[in-house]
């Protein structure tokens, strides 16, 4: 997975709070966004601080179902959900201006069951899917402050 981000940091005193949106994407993901707030405390070089927020996805899934008949049965569809994110960080200075941390995120897009039908010989089969799409997601991030 590979992705961007921007966003603004403020430190009034001894805590740092800011605003943050990424995208991210991957083989089997459109995209995997968010727009989070962050809240961070800073310890000797490093920060260490929580963020959470708003979280989007947007994928294509393709499966194959077996059927009693002879033959099995593609299925495809776009997937688009939004849900919440929270996670935690840290993060230490390198150079003046680039900053590197390593991150875990908690995405929860819900779940939802889809209703589907396999045509055959012997009858229509009927089966469902159940697509739940919560999932943890941890990443090193390089930044560059302006």
């Known amino acids: 997975i590979g992705g961007v981000q921007a966003g ?28 989070r707030g962050i809240v961070g405390v800073p310890a000797g070089p490093f920060l260490l601080y929580g963020t959470g927020g708003a979280a989007f996805e947007g994928a294509h899934e393709r499966f194959t179902v077996s059927s009693l008949s002879p033959a099995n049965f593609d ?50 089969e009927a089966f469902a899917v159940k697509d739940d799409r919560r999932f943890a997601v941890a990443r090193l991030r390089v930044d560059y402050h302006l």
């Open 75 to 124: 299925f495809n569809r776009d997937i688009n959900k939004d849900g919440w994110v929270a996670g935690a960080g840290l993060q230490t200075w390198v150079l003046p201006a680039v900053s590197v941390g390593v991150e875990g995120l908690y995405y929860d897009m819900g779940s939802d069951t889809s209703a589907l039908t396999t045509p055959s010989s012997a009858g229509a």
């Open 8 to 35: 603004y940091l403020w430190q009034p005193g001894n805590i740092v709070f800011g605003v943050e949106g990424d995208s991210s994407w991957a083989k089997n993901i459109d995209y995997l966004a968010s727009v």
